[in-house]
């Protein structure tokens, strides 16, 4: 568990205020990591440092997340779609190995279960054995990465490049998800990954694509323009909403997307500090209360950063801000887990 991770009565405060009222009584996380310390020795230090996220913490079993659930949403029922995490270094094999015991061992009266999974799959592995394993298994799709080929984020590669068309062929037959983190500095607003995108709709019209990040579009800016280009071609994907704080994005999302193809996300371990984000000329600035390499010249005074509630209740709050300013308890019910489980349910039970 992350020595950082405490509940003050801070964050009481804001839970109270802010977010029990209006949170629905189950929530279904669809992004979230869980990778034993055993299966990340191989990561590199260097991978650690050139990553701000990883600094924080990047390693979750499922006890720690029976704790971080129990401890951020009290008195809620917990549902999650896991992942490993996609980074070099990581066993992924044996990680995906792992999730699938956690999804046959279940406590079916456990309030945060893992009631689904998606493998992390690397090209190099055989689509073959990587087929035969999602059955097996009972995966509810493949979790491919760009950062397991190019080896940083938002390098210049294409989607094909990180995930080949002979997994695709897999999840197309069998009608199962991915989940994609798009590569390019521009995300989602990216020509080359729109065209790719679609492209992906296209020859395989029967896999369920899920964007996460909603594209990694952490600034308005970057949703407007690919909508702008994608118009009603939007509409064939599915987005969760992971590490998107943006309350314009929110909102943006409700009102141009079907409302229907909209899950949570936590990205947990990732967020787990306490901190905001702010916006500014297309870019965004993450500020925390705990001391990390990436924080540690920040300007922020200590009266600052001990007035920072998690960050996941801030993502709550301005989530929640354009949930009801939209759509009200309904749309919170449906966003927060009735979506997740109607898309795990119909794809598990095809």
Not at 19 to 31: A, G, K, S, T
Not at 107 to 117: E, W
Not at 219 to 239: L, S, W
Not at 287 to 296: I, S, V, Y
């Amino acid at each position: 568990m992350l020595s950082y991770f405490e509940k003050t009565a801070l964050d009481e405060e804001f839970f109270n205020k802010w977010i029990n009222p209006r949170l629905p009584q189950e929530i279904f996380d669809m992004h979230l990591h869980v990778t034993r310390p055993c299966d990340t020795v191989g990561v590199p230090q260097s991978t650690i440092d050139g990553d701000w996220a990883m600094q924080c913490g990047f390693q979750m079993e499922e006890s720690d997340l029976d704790h971080y659930c129990r401890t951020l949403w009290p008195g809620r029922r917990v549902w999650c779609n896991a992942f490993p995490m996609p980074i070099r270094g990581v066993d992924l094999m044996s990680a995906n190995r792992h999730l699938a015991a956690l999804l046959q061992n279940q406590n079916a009266d456990a309030p945060v279960q893992i009631r689904a999974a998606e493998m992390a799959i690397d090209p190099s592995f055989s689509p073959e054995e990587c087929e035969e394993m999602l059955l097996r298994c009972g995966f509810l799709g493949y979790k491919p990465y760009p950062d397991l080929v190019s080896g940083r984020k938002g390098a210049d590669i294409r989607i094909p490049d990180f995930l080949p068309d002979a997994f695709m062929h897999t999840l197309d037959r069998h009608k199962r998800a991915v989940t994609i983190h798009l590569p390019r500095a521009e995300r989602i607003a990216s020509p080359l990954n729109i065209r790719e995108l679609l492209e992906l709709r296209q020859k395989f019209p029967d896999a369920k694509i899920i964007i996460a990040h909603y594209g990694r579009s952490y600034n308005i800016e970057v949703i407007q323009k690919a909508y702008a280009e994608m118009g009603r071609d939007i509409e064939g994907f599915y987005f969760d909403n992971a590490a998107v704080l943006n309350p314009q994005v929110h909102r943006f999302m409700l009102e141009h997307i079907p409302q229907d193809r909209i899950f949570y996300g936590s990205d947990m371990p990732l967020l787990l500090w306490h901190g905001k984000r702010t916006w500014e000329n297309g870019t965004y600035h993450n500020h925390a209360r705990e001391q990390f390499r990436w924080n540690a010249n920040a300007p922020e005074s200590e009266a600052e950063r001990s007035g920072y509630t998690f960050f996941l209740y801030e993502q709550a709050k301005h989530l929640l801000d354009a949930i009801y300013s939209v759509g009200g308890r309904a749309l919170a019910e449906k966003v927060y887990c009735k979506n997740a489980k109607a898309f795990v349910t119909s794809v598990l039970n095809q």
